[in-house]
Structure formats: structure tokens, C-alpha cells
């Protein structure tokens, strides 16, 4: 099954709160896992990614924390700003038919962040 | 920073014309990936390109596409016959290897009338 699900669909919170998102996936052969952060009329921007082998990573506001035998990820927001508010994408690869690195994208959350 | 730029950001088109995507992607890298976005919905992988020749392609990318590196930068999308369901933004996005960050563009509004 190459689908990755997202959760929630929409999220508000407040400045200084931490917002959650949530994945998952079936295909264990899935091995590579991007956030992605994406402004009205912009193109998908990477924030963090992270591979199995590693439960959490890290870079400066944003976490990623990794289950790989639940087959679920999460996004972090440490201390949103209202310049987070944006829509996340969660994304998978893997090396299956052919390891051509295409990424299957999760529906998108779009996060508002309220001063 | 390098980045991937597409051109045009807005493309109005008859239904039966057709359209070129243009996208110069990162210099160096060597994979190259074309993907669909309908208004509101998620982002749908179209095809990916490596080594001159096509490595993937979903079931989008019927014989109305096609994708072309005519030189050693542009990187294109060809849709022969548009429909109206073909109205979207498409992105260019690029790395340098497989399963390695993907860097995206700001992408082309293509918008069929």
C-alpha cells in the first residue's frame, strides 16, 4: 500500500503552542520520510526529514519523532509563530518498483498559529 | 541558496491546446520529478526522470504527457491535448540522488478553459 495518511486536517493554536501532526503509513519498505511546509502560492518547502533508524530528529523548532513499529511519524512545532501558519506535508520514499525516489504525500494539515 | 525556478507561474490554455512546462532544475543534481497539485488537495507524483529517460510515471501521465531534457539544464512537461481536469499547479523538484532531499519549485497555475 503506497498511501501515507495525515492528521489532523486543520489546526489552530496559539503563539508559543505545540502543534502536532501526525502520519502514518503501511509499506515497510518506505525508508525516507520529509516534512514539508508549504505557503499560498509557493511550492512545497522542506523543513526536516528523518530516516528509520532514527527515533527523533531535531533542527532548531521543529522535531520529528518516529515509531517505526506503530509505522507512524509526527511533526513538532516548538514554540509556533504566527509566520508558521502554513499547510504540512508529510511525505514517504522507498526502495521499491524501480527506487525511483518519487514521494507519496500525506492530504496536508493546515496549521493557523493565533498571536 | 541554489533553487529549482519554473516558468510561467500562470498558464491560461484552451482545452485541446497544447502546454510546456519549463523548469530549470538545481544544477548539479540528477533526478528529476514533475507532480500535480489540484486546488486544495494533495500533491500527486506525475513521473520522475534519470539519465535521459524516464524511471517512473504514474497513472496521471497518460500519452497526453511527456517529459523532455532538451539541454543540459531545462527539464520540461509537455501536455499534448489539454482537458479541463488538467487544470493544477505542477512542480518541478530535483536531488541529487534517490531517496535524498527533493527541492521543489514554486511551481506553473495551469488553468483550462
Known amino acids: 500500500q503506497q498511501q501515507v495518511k495525515q492528521s489532523p486536517q486543520s489546526l489552530i493554536v496559539q503563539k508559543g503552542g505545540i502543534p502536532i501532526i501526525n502520519c502514518a503509513y503501511e509499506n515497510t519498505a518506505f525508508d525516507y520520510f520529509p516534512w514539508y511546509q508549504q505557503f499560498p502560492g509557493k511550492g512545497p518547502a522542506l523543513l526536516i526529514a528523518?530516516?528509520?533508524?532514527?527515533s527523533e530528529k531535531k533542527e532548531g523548532r521543529f522535531t520529528i519523532s518516529f515509531n517505526k513499529s506503530a509505522k507512524q511519524f509526527s511533526l513538532h512545532i516548538m514554540d509556533s509563530q504566527p509566520g508558521d501558519s502554513a499547510t504540512y506535508f508529510c511525505a514517504a520514499s522507498g526502495r521499491f518498483g524501480g527506487n525511483t525516489g518519487k514521494l507519496i504525500f500525506g492530504q496536508g494539515t493546515t496549521l493557523q498559529v493565533k498571536p | 541558496e541554489p533553487e529549482v525556478t519554473q516558468t510561467p507561474s500562470h498558464q491560461v490554455t484552451q482545452m485541446g491546446q497544447e502546454v510546456i512546462l519549463r523548469c530549470v532544475p538545481i544544477s548539479n543534481h540528477l533526478y528529476f520529478y514533475w507532480y500535480r497539485q489540484i486546488l486544495g488537495q494533495k500533491v500527486e507524483f506525475l513521473v520522475s526522470?534519470?539519465?535521459?529517460?524516464?524511471?517512473?510515471k504514474s497513472e496521471i501521465f497518460d500519452d497526453q504527457f511527456s517529459v523532455e531534457r532538451p539541454d543540459g539544464s531545462n527539464f520540461t512537461l509537455k501536455i499534448r491535448s489539454t482537458k479541463l481536469e488538467d487544470s493544477a499547479m505542477y512542480f518541478c523538484?530535483?536531488?541529487?540522488?534517490?531517496?535524498?532531499?527533493?527541492?521543489f519549485g514554486d511551481g506553473t497555475r495551469l488553468s483550462i478553459l
Open positions: 526522470f534519470y539519465n535521459n529517460e524516464i524511471s517512473e
Open positions: 528523518i530516516r528509520p533508524d532514527v
Open positions: 523538484a530535483s536531488s541529487y540522488r534517490v531517496n535524498q532531499p527533493q527541492h
